[in-house]
């Protein structure tokens, strides 16, 4: 993702609401990634629909502490990704990147 300009922020933040896997920044905006991984291609769909509605308001509610905790006063724009890595774990993964992948159906 820093190959395609994003920038590093933090990784696995917790919190009682739930993780995070990636912070990011994308210019402007703040970006919440979700990663899951898949040995086979064949779990690329599995692996996309494993963040159902419950995983992605955990997800949101964990990104709305993120923001209370490092942006309280002026908050940026944000969204959030998911980032789908397909191959055994030895061999370099294959990256299936969905940005934008929830829209305000996942609010808190």
Same mark, same amino acid.
């Given at each position: 993702m820093q190959a395609r300009g994003l920038s590093y922020l933090a990784r696995?933040? *917790?919190? *009682?609401? &739930?993780?995070?896997d990636l912070v990011m920044r994308d210019g402007e905006? @703040?970006?919440?990634?979700?990663?899951r991984a *898949? *040995?086979?291609?064949? &779990? @690329?769909?599995r692996a996309a629909e494993s963040v159902g509605l419950p995983k992605q308001r955990r997800l949101a509610r964990a990104a709305l502490r993120y923001l209370q905790q490092h942006h309280s006063e002026d908050p940026p724009p944000c969204r959030?990704?998911?980032v789908l890595l397909i191959g055994p774990?030895?061999?370099?993964?294959?990256l299936h990147w969905i940005r934008s992948a929830y829209d305000s159906a996942a609010a808190p």
């Open positions: 696995n933040f *917790r919190c *009682r609401e &739930g993780e995070i905006t @703040l970006v919440f990634v979700e990663v *898949r *040995r086979s291609r064949s &779990g @690329l769909e959030m990704d998911v774990s030895e061999a370099a993964p294959r």
